[in-house]
C-alpha cells in the first residue's frame, strides 16, 4: 500500500513521534494507522524500559489541597534534565499524578502506579510514566509523595517555582499565616517542630561533637558541660523550626511569630527536587531566603 502525506501527517499527530519514524512504521504495517501505532508503542515501551536506570534527579515538586483545606499532597517526579521538567507534557502528567493521589490515597508509589491517571485518560499511571520516557527520551520517575490529613488545623503550601515544595499544617489562623510558615520551612529547612521532636540519636551525636570541642578549651569539667549546654540550646533553635529566627522578621522566632497570631503548627514536610541524588550544585535555600525578604 502506498504511503502517503497525509497518513504520515495523521500519525505524527496522534503520536507526537518524527516524520520518519512514521513513515517506516506506516510501511511496516502496510498502511494499517492502528497497527502502526501500536507497534510504535510497543518499541517506545521498549526504550524506556533501557532508560530507567539512568539519574534522574531534575523534575518538578507539585501540591494539591483540598477545597476544605484538610487534606493535602505533595508529590516529585524527577527528570533527567530541567529542559523536560519545563515541557507541558511531563508538567500535565506531573499534576495529574498529584490528583489521583488527593483523590485515591494510594499507600506508597507501587499503589500509585497501577491508578487510572484520570481526567478521561484510562491508562494507569505506570504506563503513561512510560509512554511519555518513550516519548520525551528521558527516564522520568515518580519518585516519592506524602499524603497529609489534617488533625485541628488546615493545610497550606508553598512552592519556590517548582523546585523546593512545602506542606504545613497549622491551626488558629487565616490562610496568610500558614502561608508564610511553610514559606519560612521552603528557606530555612528546620528538620523538627520543636527540640522534642529531634531524633535522640541526632542529638547525642552533636552533643558530643560539641563536648570534644568544648574540651580543648582546657576548662573545668562543671565548665565544659555549661558551654555545651549553652551551644546545644543554639543548635536546637538552628534546627526546629519554633526556635529558628522568623524569615521574614528575625527580631523574632517562628515561635513568637505564631504566638503573636494566637497559631499554632502541626506539621510541615519539605520536598526538594533531587535531594539525595546526583546532581549539580546549587544552593535553592539561599535563593528561597532571598525571595521571602523580600516578599
Known amino acids: 500500500m502506498a504511503i502517503t502525506a497525509a497518513m504520515v501527517k495523521e500519525l505524527r499527530e496522534r503520536t507526537g513521534a518524527g516524520m520518519m519514524e512514521c513513515k517506516k512504521a506506516l510501511t511496516e504495517a502496510d498502511g494499517d494507522m492502528e497497527g502502526a501505532i501500536e507497534a510504535m508503542r510497543r518499541s517506545g515501551l521498549a526504550k524506556a524500559e533501557k532508560k530507567a536506570g539512568r539519574v534522574a534527579a531534575e523534575g518538578v515538586i507539585v501540591t494539591r489541597i483540598a477545597d476544605d483545606g484538610r487534606i493535602g499532597v505533595m508529590v516529585e517526579i524527577n527528570s533527567e534534565t530541567d529542559f523536560v521538567a519545563n515541557n507541558e507534557e ?54 516519592r509523595f506524602v499524603r497529609h490529613e489534617a488533625g485541628e488545623g488546615r493545610l497550606a503550601s508553598y512552592l519556590h ?14 490562610d496568610q499565616v500558614g502561608r508564610d510558615l511553610a514559606m519560612h520551612v521552603a528557606a530555612s529547612q528546620p528538620i523538627a517542630i520543636r527540640a522534642d521532636d529531634v531524633p535522640a ?60 497570631k494566637g497559631a499554632g503548627v502541626a506539621y510541615f514536610e519539605r520536598f526538594e527536587v533531587g535531594e539525595g541524588k546526583e546532581r549539580r550544585e546549587e544552593n535553592f535555600a539561599d535563593e528561597v531566603m532571598a525571595q521571602v525578604k523580600g516578599a
Do not use: C, H, W
Open 201 to 260: 540519636e541526632q542529638i547525642e551525636k552533636e552533643r558530643s561533637i560539641l563536648k570534644e570541642q568544648a574540651r580543648e578549651s582546657g576548662k573545668p569539667e562543671e565548665i565544659v558541660k555549661k558551654m555545651v549546654d549553652g551551644r546545644m540550646r543554639k543548635y536546637l533553635g538552628e534546627i526546629t523550626l519554633l526556635g529558628q529566627p522568623f524569615v521574614k522578621d528575625p527580631d523574632q522566632t517562628v515561635e513568637q511569630f505564631l504566638e503573636a
Open 90 to 143: 511531563f508538567q500535565a502528567f506531573a499534576a495529574r499524578v498529584a490528583e489521583r493521589i488527593l483523590e485515591d490515597a494510594p499507600a506508597d508509589v507501587g499503589a500509585l502506579s497501577g491508578l487510572t491517571l484520570g481526567g478521561g485518560d484510562e491508562r494507569d499511571v505506570a504506563t503513561a510514566n512510560k509512554e511519555l520516557v518513550a516519548k520525551i527520551g528521558e527516564n522520568i520517575e515518580v519518585r
Open 161 to 174: 517555582g517548582k523546585r523546593i515544595g512545602v506542606l504545613v499544617e497549622f491551626t488558629g489562623a487565616d
